[in-house]
């Protein structure tokens, strides 16, 4: 078992083991490429590929395929991880030369996030809201209500929110404690008091009558043991929410995902900058310390321009742009 607790079973299970273990030991965020290789040891195995040896380009290439990406980024995502564990695996003298004959697909315009609007997130938390029990899951429906409210009212990512324990939660002083999170950082991320009352209502209803839960026990949880995990967050999201919802998306802005809810939240923050008369300039290093970027340049990619951005940076333009005169022929 790896450290993200990831069991591998194919021919490579010991090299992707040692691999995953390795990039988890420098501090590398390799959830993602980690489940990829599952998906890719799951194929070895179903296909009883039998020897390293055995891993051509053209079994490469299968697995590509049994795996469709309908967006080029996502294949190339996939694609890139596999070649890399194969060139990690030349390094390590493991084999002589890598099997991964593939190319990267071209990738087009990126299509632009779908920003929710603050009706659009009432209806998406209300019908959270309403998501029946499973015998896995009690008390569904208010928990993936917290979730999303927590999502969309303070732009977490999702892996912050499910990593995010009862010690974590501090309800007098309004203060959530982000721990090691990407880039190897911590942070301190206020909330007011509407989300407090969310959080509140959530800590006392989940938590058994007379039970305390300890500060290490997860603090959105199905069994009281395991945290919600980021891909059931995501498929609540993307499954039993957004197809129920039917909002229209317009061209060129993708399918919703609870990423968006980030962007979301950042966008908002702007547009809330100039309908108080801040200066968005001033007061971005601020957004970039909440959202735990590195440096403002990290948070401006989340900032698209949408039309109430543009009416209001016109308003302000006009309010100090010094008036023109009409000058007599």
């Keep these: 078992m790896t450290a993200l607790g990831m069991i591998f079973n194919s021919v490579l299970a010991e090299p992707i083991t040692i691999h995953v273990k390795a990039k988890c030991a420098i501090g590398c965020r390799f959830a993602g490429q980690a489940r ?3 998906l890719f040891d ?10 390293i040896d055995a891993i051509s380009s053209d079994v490469i290439d299968a697995f590509l395929v049994s795996r469709p990406r309908r967006e080029a ?6 694609l890139g991880t596999v070649r890399r564990f194969f060139e990690w695996m030349v390094t390590q003298q493991m084999l002589t030369v890598s099997p991964v004959r593939a190319t990267r697909r071209r990738e087009g315009p990126r299509r632009r996030p779908f920003l929710f609007s603050v009706s659009q997130m009432r209806q998406l938390l209300e019908l959270a809201r309403q998501l029946p029990d499973r015998n896995r899951g009690p008390r569904r429906g208010p928990t993936y209500y917290a979730i999303f409210a927590v999502l969309y009212g303070l732009g977490l990512r999702v892996g912050e929110v499910s990593r995010l324990s009862m010690g ?8 959530l404690w982000i721990r090691n999170t990407k880039f190897g950082k911590s942070r301190l991320v206020p909330f007011g008091p509407r989300l407090e009352n969310v959080l509140r209502m959530h800590v006392e209803q989940s938590r058994p009558a007379q039970q305390q839960r300890s500060p290490a026990a997860p603090l959105f949880t199905f069994n009281g043991q395991g945290s919600v995990s980021p891909n059931s967050i995501r498929n609540a999201f993307r499954d039993h929410l957004i197809p129920r919802l039917g909002f229209v998306v317009p061209p060129g802005i993708r399918q919703p995902r609870v990423h968006d809810l980030r962007h979301s939240f950042a966008v908002g923050a702007l547009l809330r900058w100039y309908r108080a008369g801040v200066d968005p300039a001033v007061r971005l290093p601020h957004l970039s310390t909440f959202l735990g970027h590195i440096n403002p340049s990290a948070t401006a990619v989340y900032l698209m321009m949408t039309e109430e951005l ?3 940076a016109n308003r302000r333009f006009s309010a100090f742009a010094p008036a023109t005169t009409k000058v007599a022929p």
């Design 36 to 38: 990829a290789l599952r």
């Design 42 to 51: 799951r194929f070895l195995v179903a296909q009883r590929v039998a020897t």
């Design 73 to 78: 980024r996502a294949y190339n995502d996939l």
């Design 168 to 175: 974590d939660l501090d309800l007098d002083r309004r203060i």
């Design 310 to 312: 543009l009416d209001e």
